[in-house]
């Protein structure tokens, strides 16, 4: 069975910043039965820091293995920083693996157990006898108390480099980082030049060769600020991040460069960071006061939830009709029920309900072709001063279908409205 996993990053050598290798340790985390989120919780805050995060690597709960990785780590990095294995059971190894890989025995110590057994106390229940393994630690290490845990975390000094070992609960985790370990490290290092601070710009509606072509001269590896890309369901992310002294002195590197995306790929920005496209479609409503009524067949009323997730939402009414002798029998007359034409007379129809102001229509209906599907859509606008139209064609699972079709289909109502706003 596979024990160990690891994941590497390319690295600015010259940024100046202290590197770091994240271990997380646990076989559970190897079986795959909980999801790892420490870690990216970790990277995120460490490069937000001026810590570059270079390597993330998963172990098990065997004794030489994760001796192993501690010391390749501490080869290729300038620190290293655990997670898990600070548990009272015989198969928390942390604390020992730590001592052997710097060559030192464990000690007790009597402040740390105070410590846990007044949190049991607080807590109404009495210790258990092998909580009392959570007392020793690494002789020569610093220690610090866990508040919100009984885990007490420490810093190894190994050859020169710290190993910060800190617990496995998410909660406790990002207390004792936020709150001890990321000051520390600030001192440890003198960070105060380092600072990471980075902006994400959101784009639909474009494809990430597309969006590559279009900036791909701005994106240039290891250059401050550096640009990178990251495409997802749907939407392409461009991600600026640039280390300063201040928050400020980032801002201002981002700014030129935030600026030059924008003018390239102009309407196919939507938003930034924690934006979502559903989000902006929303907000756009709102502001002209206009409530939504959505009709969708292959989508499955996909683009409505989404919607309807936001509270408040400006959604007035949600229809799915996949089956296309219904979608005839609704709009009253006998059309056929696919076309330009079919999906526009349905966002007039929509239009001029009650308490609707726009109206959305998504149709398209899938056929299986050699174990896959295809599907041709149109999705159609329409309000007062507001019609558009548009129509694509596109193959694979149904699941990516509904995803994209709801994606496509807000994406045109988004740019119906900035039509009317620009007008």
């Known amino acids: 069975m596979t024990t160990q996993k690891q994941r590497g990053t390319v690295v600015d050598p010259s ?14 985390l190897l079986l795959g039965q909980i999801m790892d989120t420490n870690t990216t919780y970790l990277a995120q805050e460490l490069g937000r820091a001026g810590v570059t ?6 172990v098990g709960d065997h004794m030489e293995e994760i001796i192993e990785v ?3 780590a501490l080869k290729r990095c300038d620190m290293v920083i655990t997670t898990g294995g600070l548990g009272p059971t015989l198969d928390d190894l942390t604390r020992e693996a730590v001592a052997r890989a710097a060559g030192v025995e464990l000690e007790f110590r009597q ?14 229940y009495q210790m258990p006898e092998n909580n009392r393994r959570q007392a020793f630690v690494p002789a020569g290490s610093q220690a610090i108390s866990n508040p919100v845990g009984t885990a007490p975390i420490f810093i190894m000094e190994v050859n020169g480099k710290p190993v910060v070992c800190l617990p496995g609960v998410p909660r406790e985790l990002k207390f004792l980082l936020r709150t001890e370990i990321i000051p520390w490290l600030g001192q440890r290092f ?3 030049d380092h600072r990471l601070t980075y902006r994400v710009i959101k784009t639909v509606g474009v494809g990430e060769s597309k969006v590559d072509h279009l900036i791909g001269d701005l994106i240039l590896p290891g250059k401050n600020p550096e640009v990178g890309l990251l495409a997802s369901q749907g939407e392409i992310k461009i991600r600026i991040a640039a280390r300063a002294g201040s928050e400020q002195e980032a801002q201002a590197l981002i700014d030129p460069i935030d600026k030059e995306v924008r003018s390239r790929l102009g309407s196919r920005v939507f938003g930034y960071d924690k934006d979502t496209l559903e989000g902006v479609v929303d907000n756009l409503l709102a502001k002209k006061d206009l409530f939504l009524s959505i009709f969708e067949t292959f989508t499955g009323g996909l683009a409505a939830e989404k919607l309807h997730r936001l509270v408040p939402s400006q959604v007035s009414k949600s229809i799915v009709i996949p089956d296309e002798g219904h979608i005839v029998q609704w709009l009253g007359h006998s059309n056929m029920a696919k076309g330009d034409e079919t999906a526009m007379a349905i966002a007039r129809k929509l239009k001029k309900q009650e308490f609707s102001g726009v109206g959305l229509a998504i149709l398209g209906f899938p056929e299986e072709r050699e174990g ?13 001063g507001i019609e558009r139209i548009y129509s694509w064609e596109m193959g694979g699972d149904l699941n990516t279908l509904r995803q994209r079709g709801a994606v496509i289909g807000l994406n045109t109502l988004r740019l119906s409205m900035l039509e009317t706003s620009n007008a």
Do not use: D, Q
């Not at 940024?15 to 559970?28: A, D, F, K, Y």
């Not at 402040?111 to 109404?124: A, H, P, S, V």
């Not at 896959?372 to 007062?384: D, I, L, M, P, S």
């Open 190 to 192: 003198n960070l105060s």
């Open 15 to 28: 940024s100046g910043s202290p590197t770091c290798e994240i271990v997380t340790i646990g076989t559970e």
């Open 372 to 384: 896959n599907y295809r599907v041709k859509g149109v999705t159609a606008v329409a309000g007062e």
């Open 70 to 72: 501690l010391r390749g």
């Open 53 to 58: 995060v270079c390597f993330r690597t998963e």
């Open 111 to 124: 402040n740390l157990m105070e410590e846990i057994e007044k949190t049991f106390r607080r807590y109404g």
